[in-house]
């Protein structure tokens, strides 16, 4: 079975994700929202459609002071959705607020991004275990939902019991993590160079090969035009020497100019008078 392509030919993409920003109504709340109304607006946004990224609102200062203190669950909550898993979900509930079955699904689906993150082709297996789901059909469901929510594109390989991701939505990252996204960044910059080098030393053997291949055909080509000059000169030379043979075989005998006494010249004689 060929594997089951569910990539969208709408126009939004994952590259709406720099020009629609619909994260920026709540932050704009957020400025004005204090202890209780910013909790409210956690709440909110954890089941805002669209909304998957949090990091701008957790740098909010009415936000952050909501770490300590009576509402500091809702704060861990957003936090969790921002850089954690659903599987850190399930391994410490009390921690959390307990989410909706909306909620679930959200960060299930931000599960699936993390995932496809370290690997591009995510076998059923483990995004069964990652995802506390029970049979596979469930899985496919929820992968394709993910598909058209734009939170990854790829396809589901059915016969291989795998999902393969092209490309996958970029989750919030931690400040501690900025060095390992500069080593990242740095390999690929090598690696980058390493196949340009790789380029220029093809295009230079290969120019070699070109200017190597001009200069035999020249060659070529300027024996072909020797061979047929000399072929030339050496017919010409041929039908020159053939010519003036035949023109001394059969050329008329001029006539002497000594004129012949008629035999009976003598007989006649003139008469003195």
């Known amino acids: 079975m060929n594997p089951m392509s569910v990539d969208r030919d709408e126009p939004s993409s994952l590259s709406s994700f720099s020009t629609n920003h619909p994260l920026e109504q709540f932050v704009l709340l957020a400025k004005g929202a204090k202890g209780f109304a910013c909790a409210e607006l956690i709440k909110q946004v954890l089941e805002a459609p669209g909304v998957h990224v949090f990091g701008e609102l957790l740098e909010m200062p009415n936000i952050k002071e909501l770490e300590t203190g009576p509402y500091a669950t809702h704060y861990k909550t957003l936090n969790l959705f921002a850089y954690g898993t659903y599987k850190e979900y399930l391994e410490n509930k009390s921690e959390y607020l307990e989410l ?15 995932l496809a993150t370290q690997e591009k082709c995510i076998p059923y297996s483990v995004l069964l275990k990652e995802l506390d789901i029970k049979n596979v059909r469930d899985l496919e469901d929820l992968i394709i939902e993910a ?127």
């Open 147 to 273: 598909i058209y929510a734009d939170i990854i594109h790829g396809k589901l390989d059915q016969e291989c019991k795998r999902v393969e991701v092209d490309v996958a939505l970029g989750r919030d990252a931690r400040l501690e993590d900025a060095s390992g996204i500069a080593d990242v960044l740095a390999d690929w910059c090598n690696a980058c160079e390493a196949v340009l080098s790789s380029v220029d030393r093809h295009i230079q053997r290969a120019n070699h090969h070109k200017q190597k291949a001009l200069r035999h055909q020249q060659g070529i080509e300027q024996e072909i035009s020797y061979i047929k000059k000399t072929l030339k000169t050496q017919a010409e030379n041929d039908e020159s020497g053939a010519g003036g043979g035949s023109e001394t075989h059969s050329a008329p005998k001029k006539a002497s100019g000594k004129s012949k006494t008629p035999r009976n010249a003598s007989k006649f004689w003139h008469k003195n008078t």
């Open 100 to 114: 909706t079955p909306v909620q679930c699904k959200k960060l299930q689906h931000l599960t699936i991004a993390t």
